[in-house]
């Protein structure tokens, strides 16, 4: 039965009215509940992907190559807290960051380790004249394909990872960091 299909003065006419205010009333809140959810999902994934992976506990073990052609065994970084930097010619924020990372690094001494992988590189001798180029002194390591990167969580570069001494994994962060952010989590990884 229609509304339009009765006389003005029936008085069902008020009850059809309602019984369709509430039916549309009843919609838009369904409506505003599944946005709600889908927002909710939404910002949860946002919030657990923006800059820390807890999933690897350990910085795993591996044999790569300096950028000077020696080996070097990941397991030689146990003992002292490390920032691992994964980086490639081919990515300009990589570019950008490696000179902070170089200041933080003098000014940090020996207090924390830094290391930088360069990942998926496909040219050596790029990679070798970036960190000619950005002037990095720390310790360079050539990780020929992304397996490393991608153990840790990661699937952009740059990527760091911030390691304690015993190994322990306890941030990874994706993007540019320069040295006021990269101190800061520097700082919170030495108060472990």
Do not use: K
């Not at 009333?25 to 657990?48: M, P, Y």
């Not at 073990?61 to 065994?73: K, M, Q, S, V």
């Not at 390591?141 to 840790?152: C, V």
Request: negative net charge.
């Amino acid at each position: 039965m229609d509304v339009n299909d009765l006389d003005p003065d029936d008085p069902r006419i008020a009850y059809l009215e309602a019984r369709e205010t509430r039916r549309r009333h009843t919609l838009v809140g369904l409506v505003v509940a599944c946005i709600a959810v889908l927002l909710a999902v939404i910002a949860i994934g946002w919030f657990t992907d923006s800059g820390s992976d807890s999933a690897i506990p350990v910085l795993p073990e591996g044999r790569l190559t300096t950028i000077d052609g020696d080996a070097f065994d990941l397991i030689e970084l146990r003992g002292q807290p490390t920032v691992v930097n994964f980086f490639a010619s081919w990515c300009a924020p990589c570019r950008d960051e490696m000179p902070d990372f170089e200041a933080v690094h003098r000014a940090r001494g020996d207090a924390v380790h830094f290391v930088g992988i360069n990942t998926g590189e496909t040219n050596l001798d790029e990679a070798v004249a970036l960190v000619d180029a950005t002037g990095v002194t720390y310790t360079v390591l050539l990780g020929a394909d992304t397996s490393l990167i991608e153990e840790l969580g990661g699937t952009n570069l740059p990527m760091t990872a911030f390691v304690d001494a015993d190994g322990n994994v306890v941030e990874t962060y994706i993007g540019v960091l320069g040295q006021d952010a990269l101190d800061a989590r520097i700082d919170t990884l030495l108060a472990r």
